[in-house]
């Protein structure tokens, strides 16, 4: 007989860990790992018995606590049905006479579970955690047969969410034994204020009536509570207050917890759970003389930076593969300067929001939905597992919201749809009926948890009932487009108005936010594998410009199998945004800092050299961190000189950086180069120590039209654009960009005739240099191949599979993978140098990609660029030419292919420069 003392040694299975730190007791037993496994397609288990049969019944294994459609389950089938489990498992108490629960993190949808032949409960429900008390059919002698029988058949009434990406099949969160003494409490409900009083209703589950002594113990004691009590046979509610002295307070910037115990005494046994609580408030207020609300964190404004997560994973799925990886989720997170995530049409797992609790992240955490229509069954079943979802998680002070419908999935009555089409009352056939019993749901979550903010359905249709937070989400590209689209948002964004509202409901003074944003579904065919840093940070400039918006949510955290809009690549592996080329250091935090500077411009604007130009700037705090204080704003208006960093103008100034909001700053003026540059007016905020606070940038594509080009070089020049080759040899090749960029792979060549010149015009010819902008060319599928483009439609809400190199807008963004090419450059046959183009980038540095799309929802290389490469000729080789005055450039790569960018592509703003003195 094995006892609990063993389970800490359980280092051989997957998921060691207690599935459960906010609620934790010590004598318990891992049931994680592998268990026999059958399916059972033709329902014939029950039948046979097999809830009473051995482990030869099942003639599989699989590893528990994987979805058997996943990778680490050991199964990897994406069958829907019936499965069977069964393990044999010998382990006791360690003290006499407890009792002993079966519990389950999750099993999807519908579960029965025997022991030792006799049932002991089923549930019904997909996230829901729930257990069984299977005490009086346990041998503490000898081995115990566990049976599971799990139903899955993706019935539209199923609460099942966004698991299209990877299917929860069956067992998907940890499995444990636990023991406790007869009377033991159930749960503890903590609401905090800020004041110190902490309020604690307990329930205790008692096996007969009787004194009792509860109480409360953390900080190792310095903050303790205990009452006496008089229990009942059967469930007990017991509420009690106690408060702490000068409480600390939880946040993102300082997610302190306190850390602690419950222990009922009662019969001589003691129940001890470890466990935990913030005390923080999550409110709304109107701040000054506005006449709408912000967000409020203890008491005061925070601008929410957030993410959406679908928390999917290549090997298991939904399920994390270790406890390590939730850590890392949230640290990546921070890392990025956001301070909350949304997760996406799921709960999450509760060691992850027990990581969210210590690390410091707030959560936005939404109800699964269902997809059929929203009948009796589907309402009743929806019911249930919100009840499961909210009671599971009330504890964990990170989060925040709870979002009850996204985007009136499950909402609308697709059996009425014909009947409908033509009725503009009831658009998308979001019937009233349904919207009432929504606006139920919002009431019921505020009834059962007054202490967070509710949000009934997170809209893409404008069709909020009642809500504590006005959302919207858009997917847009293009920065005129997301610009007007956010202003008129703004605009009609007041109380009383019905913008964003349905059923004749209107708004009140609720917070407004986003709460989904991005361009991956604002791009024809969807933007498929694209560099998103330029988008970004324009769209991050455009909501910190209204003083209304208190937050947003970017889609998405991670790349998934058919989105590729993330931060980080699917397997968290880094991309490239780019930013501290034009600004020194800085990084997609700065776009996320609660104090900002705005820079009320596009991202780049086309302007005559020697311009002059005005910039408006506006400061944006939601912190009063550097309050009172004189912060720096210092800026500077430069370019690159073929390699060298000119700066034309630079300054700074003393700003009193004091009061929430948004406000103006005083504008800048200043002239722009007087030759061909792409020009970046940077801005750097610090504080009076010089610590950075946040920085930013725009850019100017600054045009002298003449035909060569103006540039400050010594000598004269010849300009030959990319796409005038002479000869090519590609096994693949073509313009982009209106013919301002040339592609050719794998292997090959560009040749191009210079023509330098004659003698009549010039004397002599020294010194010859040439300057072009080149990158390596990684050839797609669709450039060897036909594209293939899958239809945008609903299956990709679930997860429909996509090889984005067939995707028309397919660009790889920069990341850690690299595309490597070895160019050789030749002049008249003879190899004068040999560069190697360290990869095929595409990021925000490639401004003059970006800049000349022809079309905003179309991505045609978008954000591509190259490095500088400059070649020197040998003096003996210059002496020839000086006889010529012509020569023929070859630019071939021989391997890794080779992307050549002209005067509006890339990042340099020339053609093929051929630089000589004379």
Known sequence: ?????????????????????????????????????????????LSAGWEKSDAHTFKSEITVPFSWSSPLSGIGSNDKGIAWYYKEVEWAPAAAGSKLFLRFG????????????????????????FEFDVTDVWSLEGRNAITVRAEDFDHNYQARGKQGYGEIRGIWQPVWLEARPQDYVRGAKFNTSLDGMIDVTTSVVAKKAGKAQLSFSFEDGAVSHRIDVELSEGNNVLRTSFVIADPKLWSPESPYLYEGEIRL????????????????????????????????????????????????????????????????????????????????????????????????????????????????????????????VIDRDYNHPSIFSWVMFNETWGLKTESEAASLTSDVTHPHNFLPQTQEWVRDMYRWAKQVDPTRIVEDNSPCNYDHVESDINTWHFYINGYNELRNHVTGVVEKT????????????AQSDAPLMNSECGNVWGIEGGAGDSDLAWHYRYMMNEFRRHDKMCGFVFTEFRDVVNEFNGYYRLDGSDKHFGYEWFVPGMTVADLHS?????????????????????????????????????????????????????????????????????????????????????????????????????????????????????????????????????????????????????????????????????????????????????????????????????????????????????????????????????????IDGELVDTIVLADNPADSQGVLSWHYQQANNKFEEAGSYGYLCKVTLPSTLTAKLNASRSFKLQLEAVEGGLALYGRNAGRYPIDIVVHHKG
């Open 494 to 505: 007041y109380v009383g108005s019905t913008f964003n509202y349905i059923g004749g409901n």
């Open 594 to 826: 609660p104090d900002f500077i705005v820079i009320d411009a596009p991202p780049c604007q086309t302007l005559d050299t020697g311009a002059e130009v005005t910039l408006e700037l506006l400061r944006s705090s939601f912190s009063d961190r550097y309050h009172g204080e004189t912060l720096q704003l210092a800026w500077e208006l430069w370019y690159d000189h073929f390699g060298r960093r000119v700066v034309m103008n630079s300054g700074s100034e003393a700003v009193e950086w004091n009061g929430y909001g948004v406000s103006k700053l005083a504008s800048l003026s200043m002239t722009l180069p007087e030759q061909d540059a792409v020009a970046v007016f940077a801005v750097r905020l610090s504080t009076a120590d010089g610590k950075t606070v946040t920085r930013n940038f725009v850019t100017f594509d600054v045009r002298s039209n003449e035909v060569q080009g103006r540039y400050e070089l010594d000598g004269q020049i010849v300009s030959v654009p990319v796409s005038s080759f002479s000869d090519s040899k590609w096994p693949y090749s073509w313009n982009a960009l209106q013919e301002q960029k040339a592609n050719g792979g794998d292997t090959g060549y560009f040749d191009y005739d210079i023509q330098l010149p004659s003698a009549d015009e010039q004397s002599a010819v020294y010194d010859i240099e040439i300057y072009f902008e080149a990158s390596s060319k990684r050839l797609l599928k669709r450039n060897v191949e036909d594209s293939v483009q899958k239809k945008l439609d609903i299956s990709f809400m679930h997860g429909a599979l996509a090889d984005p190199e067939y995707n028309k807008n397919t660009y790889y963004m920069t990341d850690t993978e690299r595309h490597e090419s070895k160019l050789n450059v030749r």
């Open 265 to 388: 005494t009662s019969g001589g046994q003691t129940d001890s759970i470890s466990t935990y609580f913030g005390v923080r408030e999550i409110g709304t207020a109107i701040i000054g003389d506005r006449s709408y609300r912000w967000i409020t964190l203890n008491g005061k404004p925070v601008y929410l930076n957030g993410t959406l997560d679908q928390s999917f994973h290549p090997t298991g799925y939904f399920t994390y593969p270790s406890d390590q990886e939730m850590q890392d989720e949230i640290f990546l997170m921070k890392r990025m300067g956001l301070n909350f995530v949304r997760i996406h049409i799921k709960p999450e797992e509760p060691r992850k929001l027990y990581w969210a609790d210590k690390l410091g992240i707030l959560v936005m955490e939404d109800m699964p939905c269902f997809w059929g229509d929203p009948d009796e069954q589907a309402r009743q079943s929806y019911e249930s597992e919100a009840r499961e």
């Open 1 to 45: 007989m094995t006892t609990n003392t063993a389970n800490a040694a359980q280092t051989d299975i997957p998921r060691a860990e207690y599935p459960r730190p906010d609620w934790q007791r010590s004598d318990w037993y891992n049931m994680n790992g592998s268990w026999s496994f059958q399916f059972d397609h033709e329902n014939l288990g």
């Open 106 to 129: 999750a099993v999807d949808y519908k579960c029965d579970v025997w022991v030792n032949g006799s049932v002991v409960g089923s549930h019904s429900g997909g996230y829901g955690t």
